[in-house]
């Protein structure tokens, strides 16, 4: 076999029928899990033969590649962004003369709108740039699920951005103001970085909501001040209040 060339190694081809089940399984899951998934299911079942299972993690991430590109709508990622916008509603997608890209599902919106009538002085909202995803920025509205014991934070809305400018995060909160029609009416603080892009939309868009630092970027930018003022040592050890 010609991938016996290279190596000294012998070669064991996978069955066909075991390569079928592994291009499916690999439709759905990571390669690694179902690398890991064949190759402990060989100890229950002994009469299992090298060509019965995956040969290496390179070939199952070679299938997933596969069949990754298989499903693809296009090689064009913006028109298949818009074709998922037309099956999936809730997106609001402007491309020039930057790419934003707004969505959330209706039901988490349903519900966020419904935890925000509820009356509870734990109700916390937050906002930031907090992920980067190649060329573009990932910006997150959370909530807090106050119905439940835990009061899980839960993600709402998504920004998908190529610059931090005020009028992106400006057409994302007017965006929320449409979908969650109550966050016209909470007093509860929303949480936020020290970005003046994203300080001055809250100030303008949401300025019935009350705007606080995240201790982490406060103390961040304190530390950074200290250091760029030349500050002693033992000055830049804060610690959380």
């Given at each position: 076999?010609?991938?016996?060339?290279?190596?000294?190694?012998?070669?064991?081809?996978?069955?066909?029928?075991?390569?079928?089940?592994?291009?499916?399984?690999?439709?759905?899951?990571?390669?690694?899990?179902?690398?890991k998934k064949e190759i402990a299911s060989l100890y229950s079942d002994p009469v299992k033969m090298q060509s019965q299972i995956p040969r290496n993690m390179k070939?199952?991430?070679?299938?997933?590649?596969?069949?990754?590109?298989?499903?693809?709508?296009?090689?064009?990622?913006?028109?298949?962004?818009?074709?998922?916008?037309?099956?999936?509603?809730?997106?609001?997608?402007?491309?020039?003369?930057?790419?934003?890209?707004?969505?959330?599902?209706?039901?988490?919106?349903?519900?966020?709108?419904?935890?925000?009538?509820?009356?509870?002085?734990?109700?916390?909202?937050?906002?930031?740039?907090?992920?980067?995803?190649?060329?573009?920025?990932?910006?997150?509205?959370?909530?807090?699920?106050?119905?439940?014991?835990?009061?899980?934070?839960?993600p709402a809305m998504f920004l998908i951005h190529e610059r931090k400018l005020t009028e992106t995060h400006q057409f994302m909160f007017q965006e929320c103001l449409?979908?969650?029609?109550?966050?016209?009416?909470?007093?509860?603080?929303?949480?936020?970085?020290?970005?003046?892009?994203?300080?001055?939309?809250?100030?303008?868009?949401?300025?019935?909501?009350?705007?606080?630092?995240?201790?982490?970027?406060?103390?961040?930018?304190?530390?950074?001040?200290?250091?760029?003022?030349?500050?002693?040592?033992?000055?830049?050890?804060?610690?959380?209040?």
């Amino acid at each position: 076999h010609r991938n016996a060339v290279h190596s000294n190694a012998s070669y064991t081809r996978t069955c066909p029928s075991v390569m079928e089940k592994l291009k499916s399984l690999c439709k759905s899951d990571y390669a690694n899990i179902v690398y890991k998934k064949e190759i402990a299911s060989l100890y229950s079942d002994p009469v299992k033969m090298q060509s019965q299972i995956p040969r290496n993690m390179k070939q199952l991430r070679n299938l997933r590649y596969q069949q990754l590109q298989q499903s693809r709508i296009s090689k064009d990622d913006l028109f298949n962004l818009h074709e998922i916008a037309y099956d999936v509603s809730g997106y609001e997608i402007f491309t020039f003369p930057d790419l934003v890209c707004i969505f959330g599902l209706k039901e988490i919106l349903d519900e966020f709108d419904k935890v925000l009538q509820l009356e509870h002085s734990s109700q916390l909202l937050s906002y930031d740039t907090t992920f980067q995803l190649g060329d573009f920025y990932v910006s997150t509205l959370l909530f807090r699920h106050i119905v439940f014991k835990e009061q899980p934070c839960i993600p709402a809305m998504f920004l998908i951005h190529e610059r931090k400018l005020t009028e992106t995060h400006q057409f994302m909160f007017q965006e929320c103001l449409v979908r969650i029609p109550y966050l016209k009416k909470v007093t509860c603080p929303i949480v936020t970085d020290n970005e003046k892009a994203i300080v001055n939309v809250i100030h303008d868009v949401l300025f019935n909501i009350p705007h606080v630092l995240c201790w982490n970027h406060l103390i961040h930018d304190v530390r950074y001040w200290l250091q760029k003022h030349a500050a002693p040592s033992a000055d830049k050890t804060l610690q959380h209040i």
